[in-house]
T-cell receptor, first 112, second 112 residues
Framework: GESVGLHLPTLSVQEGDNSIINCAYSNSASDYFIWYKQESGKGPQFIIDIRSNMDKRQGQRVTVLLNKTVKHLSLQIAATQPGDSAVYFC???????????FGQGTTLQVKP | DSGVTQTPKHLITATGQRVTLRCSPRSGDLSVYWYQQSLDQGLQFLIQYYNGEERAKGNILERFSAQQFPDLHSELNLSSLELGDSALYFCASNGGWTDTQYFGPGTRLTVL
C-alpha cells in the first residue's frame, strides 16, 4: 500500500548548523506535500508545503526539495536553533479528498 | 495558535464507555479532518467532513463515528472504548481539500 516514510528516526545537530530531514513517498500520483513540526504536547504545526509542479520552495530558514523521479522529499533548516527541536513529519495529500498520509516522523535534537 | 480549537484537552475514562470529542474549525473553513496519533501507528487519518457531509473515510473503526454540524463544528464519538483506543486525537481544518490543513491542540484520551 501507499506510505510516506522518513529515513532517520532521530537527527542530532549542533546549534547553528544546517539540518536536513528526508522523506520517501510511494504514491507517484500525489501532488501535494507538507512538512509539519510537532512539539511535545502540541498539535502538528504547518512549516512549508510544495506542489508537484515545483521542485523547490523556500520559506523563512526552511527549504523543501521535491524529487519526483525518486519520490523523495527533504526539509532543510538553516542555522538550526534550540527552538527547532521537535518531531518533524512529512505528509502526502491523497488526491481529491485532502486526506493526509503521514510518515513516522524524525526527532530533531539541537545541541547548544 | 492555529485557530482550531478542541475540547476537552484531556479525557480519562474506563473500558466500555463512550466519549465525545469536540472540534471547532478555523473561521471560514468548511472542511474538518480527524486524525488519531498513537505511539505504534503514528498519525492516522480517520474521517473528513466538508460543509456538513462526510467526504472521506480512513481506517476508522465502526465503534467510532463523527458528524459536522451546521455551524461547522465537528464531534468525534468513540464508543465501547478499549485500552487500545488510548491516543491523541487531532482535528484539522481547511477551506478546501487542496489547502493546507491546520491542526488543533488535540485531545489526549486515556482508557483505563
Amino acid at each position: 500500500g501507499e506510505s510516506v516514510g522518513l529515513h532517520l528516526p532521530t537527527l542530532s545537530v549542533q546549534e547553528g548548523d544546517n539540518s536536513i530531514i528526508n522523506c520517501a513517498y510511494s504514491n507517484s500520483a500525489s501532488d501535494y506535500f507538507i512538512w509539519y513540526k510537532q512539539e511535545s504536547g502540541k498539535g502538528p504545526q504547518f512549516i512549508i508545503d510544495i506542489r508537484s509542479n515545483m521542485d523547490k520552495r523556500q520559506g523563512q530558514r526552511v527549504t523543501v526539495l521535491l524529487n519526483k523521479t525518486v519520490k523523495h522529499l527533504s526539509l532543510q533548516i538553516a542555522a538550526t536553533q534550540p527552538g527547532d527541536s521537535a518531531v518533524y513529519f512529512c505528509a502526502e495529500n491523497e488526491g481529491n479528498t485532502g486526506k493526509l498520509i503521514f510518515g513516522q516522523g524524525t526527532t530533531l535534537q539541537v545541541k547548544p | 495558535d492555529s485557530g482550531v480549537t478542541q475540547t476537552p484537552k484531556h479525557l480519562i475514562t474506563a473500558t466500555g464507555q463512550r466519549v465525545t470529542l469536540r472540534c471547532s474549525p478555523r473561521s471560514g473553513d468548511l472542511s474538518v479532518y480527524w486524525y488519531q496519533q498513537s505511539l505504534d501507528q503514528g498519525l492516522q487519518f480517520l474521517i473528513q467532513y466538508y460543509n456538513g457531509e462526510e467526504r472521506a473515510k480512513g481506517n476508522i473503526l465502526e465503534r467510532f463515528s463523527a458528524q459536522q454540524f451546521p455551524d461547522l463544528h465537528s464531534e468525534l464519538n468513540l464508543s465501547s472504548l478499549e485500552l487500545g483506543d488510548s491516543a491523541l486525537y487531532f482535528c484539522a481544518s481547511n477551506g478546501g481539500w487542496t489547502d493546507t490543513q491546520y491542526f488543533g491542540p488535540g485531545t489526549r484520551l486515556t482508557v483505563l
